[in-house]
């Protein structure tokens, strides 16, 4: 079985520095996705980030990085520039390839940006 | 391109009463699923279908039925509402990639049910 970890209490940056949110997975399938969500306050889910477990290079999207230690398991999220718009629910997934991959999602992090 | 769209927003049911949640998505997209989230919980799978005509459990399932009948829809039903299924449900679709891995869910905007 698959399992994310997100331990993070809220989690407060000032604005325009940079955050790490943390995500630790459990899994023996060596083949996997790892994915990051944002839910801001009006609830809608966002599409961050992919990290695929053979990618050589750690993704980049923008202000979004993925901080992938495979050995470690971890993916966590670097957001770098933090906005007032960042100030939002934060979660970790994870899918492993094979039929019916359903993905599986931590608890999530609450991340405040202060002005 | 509306991508899912789910319907209502807005429930509020009694105990006992049943009602169906309805999901659209108009990507051509095979796999579509149903999460519910409730606080310190994160999202839950309820059910999921990988094309029309087939359905699977997830790992919340109970008091809960779908079908799959054409590529665009998956209805959601709650058969007996009950206080504990009161939560916010999304809707996500996603389609195949060559990898496999890494095509991401694409949710709805939430429906939020309350049962009292």
């Known amino acids: 079985a698959q399992k994310i970890t997100q331990t993070q209490p809220g989690m407060f940056v000032q604005e325009k520095e940079a955050v790490t949110l943390d995500c630790t997975y459990d899994?023996?399938?060596?083949?996997?996705?790892l994915f990051w969500y944002k839910q801001p306050s009006s609830g809608e889910m966002i599409f961050l980030i992919y990290?695929?477990?053979?990618?050589?290079q750690n993704a980049t999207e923008g202000r979004y990085s993925l901080n992938f230690q495979k050995a470690r398991k971890s993916a966590n999220l670097v957001i770098s520039a933090s906005q007032l718009g960042d100030s939002a629910m934060y979660f970790c997934?994870?899918?492993?390839?094979?039929?019916?991959?359903?993905?599986?999602f931590g608890k999530g992090i609450t991340l405040s940006v202060r002005p | 391109n509306a991508g899912v769209t789910q319907t209502p927003k807005f429930q509020v049911l009694k105990t006992g009463q049943s009602m169906t949640l309805q999901c659209a998505q108009d990507?051509?997209?095979?796999?579509m699923s149903w999460y519910r989230q409730d606080p310190g919980m994160g999202l839950r799978l309820i059910h999921y279908s990988v094309g029309a005509g087939i359905t699977d459990q997830g790992e919340v399932p109970n008091g809960y039925n779908v079908s799959r009948s054409t590529t665009e829809d998956f209805p959601l039903r709650l058969l007996s509402a009950a206080p504990s299924q009161t939560s916010v449900y999304f809707c996500?679709?996603?389609?195949?990639?060559?990898?496999?891995?890494?095509?991401?869910?694409?949710f709805g905007n939430g429906t939020r049910l309350t049962v009292t």
């Open positions: 997934a994870m899918r492993v390839t094979g039929a019916n991959s359903k993905l599986t």
């Open positions: 996500a679709s996603r389609g195949r990639t060559a990898r496999g891995n890494n095509s991401p869910l694409h």
């Open positions: 990507m051509n997209h095979e796999y």
């Open positions: 899994t023996s399938d060596p083949s996997y996705g």
């Open positions: 990290q695929g477990s053979y990618d050589q």
